[in-house]
């Protein structure tokens, strides 16, 4: 380490709040050869012991849930009950993933000629690297290494340049419970074109896991392609929220709030464009209006239930797209100003013209716009009609319909009749530019697998 360092700002106040190592090139390339040397010893113990390690860092994280949420907080601005949410749910992928640990079976398959027996077994890919996002600073992390550990996989973590607090903290949990020096490493850094061109280009690096924009998978997905890496990418989305006549509409309420408000709009999986079937449109735009104007905005510290946006860009990327649609006719219900140049007003808009940006791109902001449609057929096409395909919304109480549409919907996730759609045990991730692979789940831990074929002959005697 050449001893730079650099500054980590609270986005709700503006204040600097820590200093951090900022890793360079060669610290990168350091990093990646402990987590090679590392490698045998770790994939070579038990999964009961990997497991058991993975658990005493969960047990850590519980009992430390408090100040991890307050770092989220200060980082990244969200509420602190979200915080807190947020730790306990980053924290259930290592008891999750403890126990996959235990269960990666390996396969028999009758052989096709006699005298000769065929085995898969399930091996670790090796040194993984991940590029972690802002918006889920310790959670996103712990859905990456809580697998990959399992696995027998080394792990080289590079947290986002806005927000490496919970991955530093988390660094020091795992050491804490057991993780040996070099089995996971945190790479903070504040140019992180040096740092991931290390990951990418190295050999040793066996496979990459990417959170973040499509725009940046893509590029990440080329720089991969040289040493053939494996990859998983959960990258952006365009989630379309449906509700028909026939839904609910307090439960679609709900969701409609859960799904577009968490995080101040800042997951990849929030409701980015609402469809309302015309018969219900303008009584559940009421509503919606006057429950997203009671939202207070502020500070996630100090009793804020819409914090503040990550960064200038962030904000600028709302403003622009809000004007966009607002020039082409739509309008304004509740909200639509910035705040202090750190917040935006909790949004509703509707009269939103097709070909609007705001339909077209992820807004990651808290702004709602609201559209009708009169047939199934219709807002199927519309929902459709992205090249993302992570998650999708549908409030309906018809069982056929439900069917139907869990079908026609191209996406890789579908919530029918519920707004919050994460959860440790289901897989999580895209399809389309949304991405590949899958986190979580039983599946989960696939992505740090590799499968080896045995082909055993000259058994008779
Ligand atoms: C995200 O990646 O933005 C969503 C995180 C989650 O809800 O699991």
Request: glycine share 10%; proline share 6%.
């Amino acid at each position: 380490m050449d001893g730079r360092r650099f500054a980590v700002t609270n986005p709700a106040t503006g204040e600097e709040i820590a200093d951090v190592a900022d890793c360079s090139r060669d610290d990168a390339e350091a990093a990646i050869k402990a987590a090679h040397e590392a490698l045998p010893a770790w994939r070579a113990r038990s999964a009961a012991d990997r497991g058991a390690i993975l658990r005493t860092w969960h047990d850590l994280m519980i009992a430390d849930e408090d100040r991890l949420a307050r770092l989220i907080t200060a980082e990244m601005g969200k509420p602190l009950t979200e915080a807190i949410g947020e730790v306990r749910y980053g924290a259930a992928y290592l008891k999750w993933f403890a126990e996959e640990a235990e269960r990666i079976y390996g396969e028999i398959i009758p052989a096709s000629a006699g005298n000769t027996k065929i085995f898969v077994s399930r091996e670790p890919v090796g040194v993984c690297a991940a590029i972690t996002p802002w918006n889920f600073p310790s959670a996103m992390l712990m859905r990456k290494v809580a697998p990959a550990l399992a696995a027998g996989c080394t792990m080289l973590a590079k947290p986002a340049e806005d927000t490496p607090l919970s991955a530093i903290a988390a660094a020091k949990l795992a050491l804490e419970a057991g993780v040996p020096p070099g089995v996971f490493s945190v790479l903070p850094c504040s140019q992180p074109a040096a740092v991931g061109a290390a990951l990418t280009e190295s050999d040793l690096v066996r496979k990459l896991s990417f959170t973040g924009s499509t725009q940046v998978g893509r590029r990440l997905l080329a720089d991969c392609a040289p040493t053939v890496k494996r990859v998983s990418m959960e990258l952006g989305g365009n989630a379309p929220f449906i509700i028909f006549d026939d839904a609910d509409i307090d439960a679609a309420l709900e969701g409609a709030m859960a799904s577009k408000y968490r995080n101040a709009g800042q997951t990849c999986v929030c409701a980015n464009r609402f469809y309302v079937h015309r018969a219900v449109h303008d009584q559940f735009c009421e509503r919606f209006a006057k429950r997203v104007g009671a939202l207070k905005v502020g500070d996630g510290a100090s009793g804020g239930e819409v914090g503040p946006l990550i960064n200038r860009a962030a904000l600028d990327k709302v403003i622009r797209l809000l004007d966009d649609a607002t020039r082409r006719g739509a309008r304004i219900l509740t909200g639509g100003a910035p705040i202090d140049d750190r917040f935006f007003e909790p949004t509703v808009i509707v009269d939103v013209p097709p070909g609007s940006a705001i339909l077209e791109e992820e807004i990651f902001g808290p702004v709602a716009p609201v559209i009708p449609f009169d047939t199934e057929k219709e807002v199927i096409a519309a929902a459709n009609a992205t090249p993302f395909g992570l998650a999708a919304y549908c409030y309906t109480r018809d069982l056929g319909r439900a069917w139907r549409m869990s079908d026609a919907l191209e996406y890789g996730m579908v919530g029918m009749n519920d707004g919050i759609i994460s959860a440790v045990s289901a897989p999580f991730g895209g399809i389309k530019q949304s991405g590949m692979g899958r986190e979580g789940s039983r599946h989960g831990i696939d992505d740090y697998l590799e499968m080896k074929y045995v082909r055993m002959g000259g058994l008779s005697a």
